[in-house]
């Protein structure tokens, strides 16, 4: 059974921080690339950040430079983070952790239920 867990959301500042969390449960996902993916409201969801297998790593134009995305494969779990910085308020968004069979960069076959990142004063 695979399941994918996000935690970390919640309300910052502009200019702040977040880390978000998801954790893989599924020995599936040490051998398939995982991604961020997010969707505001009215809008497509769409790609944040993905990270292969082997760590190579692409990010939306819109967050490079203020995103960095990791992951760590342990036996049956992988655990995938997504680190953000100098956060703006179109940043603004429900995150999803995506992971599994798919094309490169995403989208893959497993999603997570999703945490909401609000960015506001």
């Known amino acids: 059974q695979v399941q994918l867990v996000e935690s970390g959301g919640g309300l910052v500042q502009p200019g702040g921080s977040l880390r978000l969390s998801c954790t893989a449960s599924?020995?599936?996902?040490?051998?398939?690339?995982m991604g961020w993916y997010r969707q505001a409201p009215g809008k497509q969801r769409e790609l944040v950040a993905a990270i292969t297998v082997r760590g190579s790593t692409n990010y939306a134009d819109s967050v490079k430079g203020r995103c960095t995305v990791s992951r760590d494969n342990a036996k049956n779990t992988v655990y995938l983070q997504l680190q953000m910085t100098s956060l703006k308020p179109e940043d603004t968004a429900v995150y999803y952790c995506n992971g599994g069979p798919g094309s490169l960069w995403g989208p893959y076959s497993y999603w997570g239920q999703g945490t909401q990142v609000t960015v506001s004063s």
């Open positions: 599924g020995s599936i996902f040490s051998i398939y690339n």
